[in-house]
């Protein structure tokens, strides 16, 4: 039952139901059925089928239902649809017909499904977000547990000075592809969690990801105190007080949230530590039934696994001691602990003083932990030793599983299509296997050019027609207009650059050389344009001041028109971004960037990337599929190493991306540049898909639920 089934006529009736399933979003016919529908409410709606179906006129309803043409069309995505809901020969239950009844409850503080429900910031949200798609895919028994938050992440707005700012918006919830999670006689659960003095109540919004159910609490309910219903109301606000009442509502919280829902996990797997007191909850649950504070350690740390990641320190949670004993004060002896042991078990020296880390009570807790490169596993090795004071860095017990896109979300329908006429029908079936896209090579050249042209500029006038639906509504001034891309031009080397906006990424990099930039940037000839997008943390002024600087520059008339700053990135932008530029740019200070996944979205697109060899890129750069920036090496300082890799940046810019692009054979085609194009997809699209990645979890998950690891 949904809210629209009312307003859709009967021969269409099941509209409804597949808009408030996401499995829409990544499958082409179904995305290409509601467009049909009203293609302008279509593009208004940012695609977002619920608000569409909700806006859209009975009479417009009732002249599809008698169309021939859209019931063909809809009789066959519901045809597709039911047969892979229903789907009982996948991976999954192929390979492991004895676990199909055991469930892993995926925890995460963010979700990046779809643009049309923003509650996620960055890479670790999509990465969430396509772990639950593929998990659908693939037939993995997996249930996702967050917030919802009412408002969102924000929308950010930047004006003619270029600061960025921060808008949030209450979201309508009924345009948005969420239903409440009723019981029996229909009445909305509530689940209860004591923090600090009172009882602090959350309702549960339920998401279809295909077959994939997400959970997700939110605090905005009549039971609760204001301060406690705008706990869930947005992602990453507010100081450490509100960020530890929080993440006592996602772990603790969570996990009575599954249980209120009869779901017994086997497998606990923490996406990032903002979840770890998830694990405090378990214990508790078990000395509560009558077990040992160690027995109930031992069972918890079989079924439990823990994804860190980031190298930087700021990124990981740690909470003052006194903090920690206003909110557990009680808690520690339902675990059969004192004070002492209790605040032990998240012990961790920070740069300001001891205290209570969520990651170091993660690694602690759980009987698997993994990194998400293998650089990155390295690197976190040797950051979390102190954690195992006795063991050497190479037997810190920290692995790696290293990651991936969700390949039908990243790839066009134009670029699905291709894929269908060159690798086979059921590619995406196979898409993690590196044979299939061996066939690659029957596309030829032109028609991998052409296309790619033909998306670019798409993605052009995508900007464009941004800019001036806002310069027409009066959103904007003429300098915003400059900056959003209006001179771009859809056949200069174009160089995509977005993502968030924390310094170690370094988004002013490529600026570090004005002139030599210049040169290049306006060579008559052969020029090279850049487009930039990302946000900034709302608290974080550096951040902000790159992309005021990068902003100034937009505007600037030495650059004329050839940088622009694309306000307010979001999914839906990335989507155009990843396919429709020529290079992905990325450049983090070494090795920060715990993996990285934007240039593997633009990777399968055929978009090769121009790297610092970290996260990803040091495992996926093979010589023949894009460029590294700088060398695999350590510097000794910041200073030194920005110096080497502008340099290097420059170096490989002149010498062979630029020539690369504009070295054109009698058809007006760079043979050289569609080789490398070619080379992208063939090697990082079997490899960096979630698909594989999420086969690699599925061993980890099979050891804890045959409660064999830990
Ligand atoms: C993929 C994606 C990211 C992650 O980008 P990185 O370059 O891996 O940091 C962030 N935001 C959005 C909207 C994305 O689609």
Redesign the pocket.
């Known amino acids: 039952m949904t809210p629209l089934d009312n307003k859709m006529p009967e021969r269409i009736a099941r509209l409804a139901e597949l808009a408030y399933n996401l499995w829409w979003s990544w499958h082409p016919d179904a995305r290409a059925l509601f467009a049909q529908l009203d293609i302008s409410l279509w593009q208004n709606t940012h695609h977002n089928p619920v608000h569409m179906l909700k806006e859209i006129s009975a009479e417009r309803l009732e002249e599809a239902a008698r169309d021939t043409l859209f019931r063909r069309n809809y009789d066959k995505v519901m045809m597709t649809y039911d047969r892979e809901m229903q789907n009982g020969h996948t991976w999954f239950q192929q390979n492991f017909p004895e676990l199909k009844t055991q469930v892993v409850g995926y925890f995460s503080f963010e979700f990046?499904l779809h643009n049309s429900l923003p509650i996620?910031s960055?890479?670790l949200g999509?990465l969430a977000g396509d772990h639950a798609k593929e998990a659908s895919d693939v037939g993995l028994p997996l249930v996702g547990v967050g917030f919802m938050y009412p408002q969102g992440y924000f929308r950010q707005r930047l004006p003619s000075h270029g600061w960025q700012e921060a808008v949030y918006e209450q979201l309508d919830l009924s345009q948005t592809p969420i239903l409440p999670f009723l019981d029996e006689t229909g009445r909305e659960i509530r689940i209860g969690v004591r923090i600090s003095d009172r009882e602090v109540f959350a309702r549960i919004w339920h998401v279809r990801v295909g077959r994939t159910p997400l959970y997700l609490m939110d605090t905005d309910v009549d039971d609760n105190d204001p301060w406690d219903r705008e706990l869930s109301a947005r992602l990453y606000s507010g100081d450490s007080e509100q960020r530890i009442r929080q993440e006592i509502m996602l772990g603790i919280g969570g996990v009575r949230t599954l249980r209120t829902l009869n779901i017994q996990p086997s497998v606990w797997h923490m996406n990032e530590g903002h979840s770890a007191f998830l694990l405090l909850e378990c214990i508790r649950e078990k000395v509560a039934a009558g077990e040992s504070f160690a027995e109930a350690l031992a069972e918890v740390r079989t079924h439990s696994l823990f994804t860190t990641h980031t190298p930087v320190a700021a990124g990981h949670d740690a909470f003052p001691f006194h903090m920690v004993e206003k909110y557990f004060n009680g808690y520690w002896e339902e675990m059969g602990l004192s004070r002492e042991k209790f605040l032990d078990l998240g012990k961790h020296q920070e740069e300001w003083g001891t205290a209570f880390n969520m990651t170091v009570l993660a690694l602690r807790l759980s009987g698997q932990a993994n990194g998400v490169s293998k650089l990155h596993g390295e690197v976190s090795r040797r950051m979390w030793q102190s954690v195992w004071p006795d063991r050497d860095v190479k037997d810190v017990p920290i692995g790696y599983v290293t990651n991936g896109?969700h390949v039908p979300t990243w790839v066009p329908s134009e670029m699905y299509e291709l894929y269908a006429k060159y690798l086979g029908p059921n590619w995406v079936e196979q898409h993690d296997d590196p044979i299939l896209w061996e066939r690659l090579s029957d596309i030829p050249d032109e028609e991998l050019w052409s296309l790619h042209m033909e998306l670019k500029r798409k993605t052009v006038s995508f900007f464009r027609e941004r800019a001036r639906r806002s310069w027409l509504y009066g959103h904007s001034d003429p300098t915003q207009i400059l900056t959003g891309g209006t001179l771009l031009d859809p056949d200069a080397l174009t160089i995509g650059f977005?993502?968030?906006f924390p310094t170690y990424?370094r988004a002013t990099l490529i600026f570090r050389d004005l002139e030599r930039l210049q040169r290049l940037m306006l060579d008559r000839q052969r020029p090279v344009q850049l487009i930039f997008a990302?946000k900034a943390h709302p608290a974080d002024d550096p951040g902000k001041v790159l992309i005021q600087t990068i902003y100034n520059l937009a505007k600037h008339s030495q650059l004329a028109g050839r940088v622009a700053f694309m306000e307010d990135?979001?999914?839906h932008?990335?989507r155009y971004l990843v396919q429709g530029v020529d290079v992905w740019l990325?450049n983090p200070r070494r090795p920060r960037?715990a993996?990285?996944?934007?240039?593997q979205?633009a990777a399968v697109n055929g978009v090769p990337n121009f790297s610092v060899l970290d996260g990803w890129w040091a495992e996926g750069y093979n010589g023949a599929n894009g460029w590294p920036i700088g060398q695999d090496k350590e510097y000794s300082g910041f200073e030194q190493q920005d110096q080497e890799d502008a340099i290097a940046l420059y170096q490989t810019l002149e010498e062979e991306i630029v020539p690369l692009y504009y070295d054109r054979d009698r058809d007006n085609i760079p043979r050289g540049w569609v080789a490398i194009m070619r080379e992208s997809i063939r090697s990082c699209a079997p490899h960096f898909s979630t698909r594989r990645m999420l086969k690699e979890y599925a061993r980890l998950y099979i050891r804890a639920m045959k409660g064999e690891a830990g």
């Open positions: 990046g996620y960055g890479g999509i896109i977005a993502r968030r990424k990302g990135y979001d999914m932008m990335a990325n960037e993996s990285g996944t934007s240039g979205k």
